[in-house]
Antibody
């Protein structure tokens, strides 16, 4: 069964850092495009970042220069390193397989940026 | 960025009745390869999004056939032939044709 499980969320102060993980099972992360999408409390969906199977990475303008997407092939895990966090980064962060297709999604992990 | 505009934003429906959600894009979603990368997602209360429809009209595995997608160019529609209680939630359209991918604001379906 294809499954994604996120972890690493929590409460962090503005300007702080956090690393999210997304453990995959049932498929190989490195052979697929993998994305992060976030959802602020009570709001809609916002694409954050994608890593292509070839290793190229892309970011939304809102996080460019602050977030870094990566993967660990032997652990079959996707990551999102988030630095210089702001209040507006508060959201549930989902990982998903794909880029234009986005299926399936993980259960999400909540990141709260607050002092 | 391509703006995706959904209507209505709130959709009260009687059980067993049909429902329809419109999604309009600010640019044509036809890609250079001839495909139209327009997807529909369902997010039930307290759950993560789940894809229902991909490339306008292709239903995902396990999605009931009461869900259907249609449209072309800039105008798209998600239809539910007979709403059931389990259909309550928020529905999002998403375009994957243009960079960056963008989502509609969401349509909240509730039972009247």
């Amino acid at each position: 069964e294809v499954q994604l499980v996120e972890s690493g969320g929590g409460l962090v102060q503005p300007g702080g850092s956090l690393r999210l993980s997304c453990a995959a099972s049932g498929f190989t992360v490195s052979s697929n495009y993998m994305s992060w999408v976030r959802q602020a409390p009570g709001k809609g969906l916002e694409w954050v970042s994608v890593i292509y199977s070839g290793g190229s990475t892309y970011y939304a303008d809102s996080v460019k220069g602050r977030f870094t997407i990566s993967r660990h092939n032997s652990k079959n895990t996707l990551y999102l390193q988030m630095n210089s966090l702001r209040a507006e980064d508060t959201a549930v962060y989902y990982c998903a397989r794909g880029h234009w297709d986005l299926q399936p999604w993980g259960q999400g992990t909540l990141v709260t940026v607050s002092s | 960025d391509v703006v995706m505009t959904q209507s209505p934003l709130s959709l009260p429906v009687t059980l067993g009745q049909p429902a329809s959600i419109s999604c309009r894009s600010s640019q044509s979603l036809v890609y250079s390869d001839g495909n139209t990368y327009l997807n529909w997602f369902q997010q039930r209360p307290g759950q993560s999004p789940r894809r229902l429809i991909y490339k306008v009209s292709n239903r995902d595995s396990g999605v009931p056939d009461r869900f259907s997608g249609s449209g072309s160019g800039t105008d798209f529609t998600l239809k539910i032939s007979r709403v059931e209680a389990e259909d309550v939630g928020v529905y999002y359209c998403m375009q994957g044709t243009h960079w960056p991918i963008t989502f509609g604001q969401g349509t909240r379906l509730e039972i009247k």
